[in-house]
């Protein structure tokens, strides 16, 4: 079993639609990654948090530590959303981040 | 140019060869790493280097010969790899090697090892 566990791991949408995707961890954190990867291959930084919530345009993320839970909202998804969408955190012990295995987002107009 | 930088996008290679992946960072950043990415399987870091000089080796096969000149180039050199290593690899780099630190990806060497 996967420390940072991703779900779903595949997700369709319509465009407009309200995107929710979910991450869980079992280890003690020092924050949490979203990261963005396109198909082209590259990824991208969305979010770090340790607490609470961070927006950005149309991205929310939330992270409750006391439940090892994070979730990242797409709100008013488009067809450029399409990606997949990682999580990763950073191990308290290590100072190592630790990626989940990431959720195929597809938006369809 | 800006940003993280690979070279070649795509490799197709023997089991044979021997190749290198190239990574350039235009940043001003200390600390470069390679990634594998896997299908299916989450991103595994396979070296870090910090000022020119390697960190961590995450018991990677000896087949992978990493190489830092300097804080603006990383490579990877590949020789008598196996199926099992294609993969997606990916260079990052970050100011410096703290977990907290953000890192910025190049857009990964697709490898196909036949």
């Known amino acids: 079993k996967n420390e940072v566990e991703q779900s779903p791991q595949n997700l369709t949408a319509q465009e407009g639609e309200f995107i929710t995707i979910n991450c869980s961890y079992s280890v003690g954190i020092s924050a949490l990654h979203w990261l963005q990867q396109h198909p082209g291959g590259g990824i991208v930084s969305l979010f770090m948090l340790s607490s609470g919530k961070k927006k950005h345009g149309r991205l929310i993320a939330t992270i409750n530590i006391q439940e090892k839970h994070s979730s990242l909202h797409i709100t008013a998804s488009h067809p450029r959303d399409s990606a997949v969408y990682i999580c990763?955190?950073?191990?308290?012990?290590?100072?190592?981040?630790?990626f989940g295995t990431g959720t195929r987002l597809q938006v369809f107009p | 140019e800006t940003g993280v930088t690979q070279t070649p996008r795509h490799l197709v290679m023997g089991m044979t060869n021997k190749k290198s992946l190239k990574c350039e960072q235009h940043?001003?950043?200390?600390?470069m790493y390679w990634y594998k990415q896997s299908a299916k399987k989450p991103l595994e870091l396979m070296f870090v280097?910090?000022?020119?000089?390697?960190?961590e080796n995450n018991s990677v096969p000896s087949r992978f010969s990493p190489e830092c000149p300097n804080s603006s180039h990383l490579f990877l050199h590949l020789h008598t790899l196996q199926p099992e290593d294609s993969a997606l690899y990916l260079c990052a780099s970050s100011q410096d090697p703290r977990g907290e630190t953000e890192q910025f990806f190049g857009p990964g060497t697709r490898l196909t090892v036949l």
């Open positions: 990763a955190v950073i191990s308290y012990n290590t100072d190592k981040l630790i």
């Open positions: 940043l001003g950043h200390n600390a």
């Open positions: 280097y910090n000022f020119k000089e390697q960190t």
